[in-house]
Each structure stands twice: as C-alpha cells, then as structure tokens.
C-alpha cells in the first residue's frame, strides 16, 4: 500500500480538464431544452392550424346549407334569403329559415363574425359570405386585420327543363 506522500500528483494538464465533463453535460442539457421549447411550440401552432381548418370547414358547411335552402325553395323567394334581410319577401318561411340559418352561423363561428348574404337578380346568384376571428388573431390581439373568411356563390334561378 502506498503512503499518502507517495500519491501521483495530478499533472498540470489534468487538473484544468476536471470538471470539463460536467459543463459539457450542462451545455448538451441546455441545447435540449431550448430544443424541446421549439417543438412545443411548433406542436402548439400545428394544433392552432388545425383549428383553423376545423371552423373553417364548419363555415363552409354552414354556408352550403345556405345555398341548399335557396335553391331548393322557389326562385321568386330568392330575396327571401338576403341577410340581413333588405326588400320585400314573397316567403315568411323562407325569411324565418335564413334568420335562424344566420343565428346558428353566428353561435357556431368563434369570436365576432359575420354572416351575411347578398342577392342579385341581374344574375339570379346569391353571395354567401361569413367571417370570424381566428386563433391567431385573438392571440396578437388584432381584431382590426383581415378576418379568414369563407364565399360561396350558388346560382338560385330556375334550371330549363
């Protein structure tokens, strides 16, 4: 057995690397993190994306249901659909339908939107337009930038037999 006298002295080289290995595990600990933080929040913006995509397809969904309501009543009840409603209307039912149809638009779509409908009878077609607020912008806070939006153009006249 050796005395203590008789130890090896560490050499000058040996004593600077002491230690070296617990930074380097600190440094690779903290480059895992702020990589990690990345894709978290590249995993949060791909979920709020999705999301988007969700209320965009149920706006498209409601304004087809729109679009099948005019089409199927008569086209002479075609104002009967412009919302908010404008002019006379041949139809108190066709009028109720797109009030109730305009209602639920506006409790499915997130934050303010909008639904509104525009008939033309130059052209026979009806405009269905709804807006929303997305994800995004109730995020940034900025209500006042363009809203996603969803425009369906459905012809309402009569087709020749």
């Known amino acids: 057995m050796r005395r203590p006298d008789?130890?090896?002295?560490?050499?000058?080289?040996?004593?600077?690397?002491?230690g070296f290995g617990m930074l380097e595990a600190l440094i690779a600990m903290v480059v895992l993190v702020f990589g990690l933080?990345?894709?978290s929040r590249f995993q949060a913006k791909v979920?709020?994306?999705g999301t988007d995509g969700q209320v965009r397809l149920q706006a498209l969904a409601m304004a087809d249901q729109l679009a099948n309501l005019a089409q199927i009543d008569t086209a002479a009840n075609a104002p009967c659909y412009t919302l908010p409603a404008v002019?006379?209307?041949g139809s108190p039912t066709g009028r109720q339908s797109a009030t109730n149809w305009r209602t639920r638009a506006l409790a499915t779509l997130p934050g303010a939107p909008t639904a509104t409908s525009v008939y033309d009878a130059n052209t026979?077609?009806?405009?269905i337009r709804l807006?929303?607020?997305?994800?995004?912008q109730q995020e940034l806070g900025e209500a006042d930038s363009v809203s996603p939006a969803v425009e369906v153009v459905t012809d309402?006249?009569?087709t020749p037999l």
């Open 156 to 158: 309402v006249r009569p």
């Open 124 to 127: 026979g077609r009806l405009t």
């Open 37 to 39: 933080l990345g894709m």
């Open 87 to 89: 002019g006379a209307c």
């Open 131 to 136: 807006t929303w607020t997305g994800k995004l």
């Open 6 to 18: 008789q130890l090896r002295q560490l050499s000058p080289r040996r004593q600077q690397a002491r």
């Open 47 to 49: 979920v709020k994306a």
